[in-house]
């Protein structure tokens, strides 16, 4: 019996030693792999909790596709980051986004930056977007024949600009002194506005754009698309790149399409020659500005003479002031090369094809009305 005993007690006592030994190998091995295998095992634990929340993972928390900004400072932590997309109502679960992100490896790869993110995103998907700001961007399209007050607008129903309408106007409005070196080459009056050179485009805007950011990459292309040969070829003529801009503004208001754009320049050149009023509604439009709800009202023959406006070419001879929206390249081509006629005329032809009826003389103007 006391042999038995003996047996028992050394057995014991030799599994508590090599428990003892496994320990302090296991202990050494997490040291010595910095933690690998622990970390290993709670990546096992977590793929298995995982495993039973896919449908978690693929949810969305709403459907609003609408683009939220998301921004990730430098040095954020995982942890910050799945609170902060709880609190902007773009996931439901920040534990089970932490999780996801640590079984994947996106919280090592999770990068600072701005972000678009919307409630349609499934949690997988947030995860991978944030691991590359790169592919952040603001689509942005400055439509041809609009005035800068529209511009404006696009901007705060954009919603991902980190700046307001008002921000942007404050630097392109008169009095907002634009580059000297660009205000040079186009021929701007001093104190005047930049209407008529936010070049129309679609843009694609890097996130952290600001509101002189987005105005210098405006008139770069402008610069970049008009070019300095045909600023050359105005000068040449007479006129500053301003100038043509201004008449080119008339010409994009009054064509719907760009295939009479020259012969409609070559209407105003010719007026223009014989000094004879430009009388061109859009500028009647613009002299409005706004004061009747839109920005392009319609207007009636009173107006031609009671809209008080130094735009209003029914009343003021020569070109108006300055541009009155932004037209592109097609229209400021035109003016500098419109076609050879001699037309002083022109009106919408009666078809509804948005085209127009030229004449040489007011009596064949009368008898083009519909």
């Known amino acids: 019996m006391q042999e038995f005993r003996r047996a028992i007690v050394g057995f014991l006592l030799g599994l508590s030693l090599l428990l003892g030994i496994g320990a302090i190998i296991a202990v050494g091995a997490y040291f010595a792999s910095d933690g690998q295998i622990l970390d290993e095992l709670r990546t096992v634990v977590l793929r298995i909790q995982l495993a039973n929340r896919e449908a978690e993972l693929d949810a969305q928390i709403g459907s609003d596709a609408t683009p939220r900004r998301f921004h990730i400072l430098p040095g ?7 609170a902060s997309l709880a609190e902007s109502a773009l996931i439901r679960d920040p534990d089970l986004f932490l999780d996801y992100a640590r079984v994947e ?26 691991t590359d700001s790169s592919k952040s961007h603001i689509p942005f399209r400055t439509p041809e024949g609009a005035r800068i007050e529209e511009l404006a ?10 700046f307001s309408g008002d921000q942007f106007l404050a630097l392109v409005l008169a009095g907002s002194a634009p580059p000297v070196d660009f205000a040079a080459w186009a021929g701007i009056p001093s104190g005047a506005s930049l209407e008529g050179f936010m070049f129309p485009d679609t843009y694609q805007l890097p996130p952290d754009i600001t509101a002189q950011g987005l105005r210098d990459l405006l ?7 008009v070019g300095d040969d045909l600023r050359r070829e105005a000068l040449e003529q007479g006129l500053t790149l301003h100038q043509v801009v201004t008449l080119a ?7 719907v399409w760009r295939d009479e754009h020259a012969l409609i320049a070559s209407v105003y050149r010719n007026r223009l020659n014989i000094n004879m009023a430009l009388e061109a509604d859009p500028t009647v439009q613009y002299g409005i500005q706004g004061a009747r709800g839109k920005w392009w009202p319609q207007i009636t023959r009173a107006d031609y003479r009671n809209v008080d406006s130094p735009y209003n070419t029914y009343r003021r001879g020569g070109l108006p002031p300055g541009p009155i929206a932004s037209p592109g390249l ?3 081509r035109a003016v500098v090369h419109p076609a050879e006629s001699e037309y002083l005329y022109f009106r919408a032809a009666c078809d509804n094809s948005h085209y127009h009826n030229f004449a040489l003389s007011f009596d064949q103007h009368l008898q083009n009305a519909c």
């Open 249 to 255: 503004s008339i010409v994009e208001r009054e064509a």
């Open 153 to 162: 607008e696009h901007i705060d129903s954009n919603r991902l600009f980190a």
């Open 219 to 225: 008139l770069r292309s402008f610069r970049e698309r």
């Open 76 to 82: 954020t932590g995982a942890g910050a980051i799945a």
């Open 105 to 130: 490896g996106y919280d090592r790869r999770f990068e600072a930056g701005v972000f678009f993110l919307n409630q349609t995103q499934t949690i997988r998907q947030i995860a991978e977007i944030l």
């Open 330 to 332: 097609s229209a400021i």
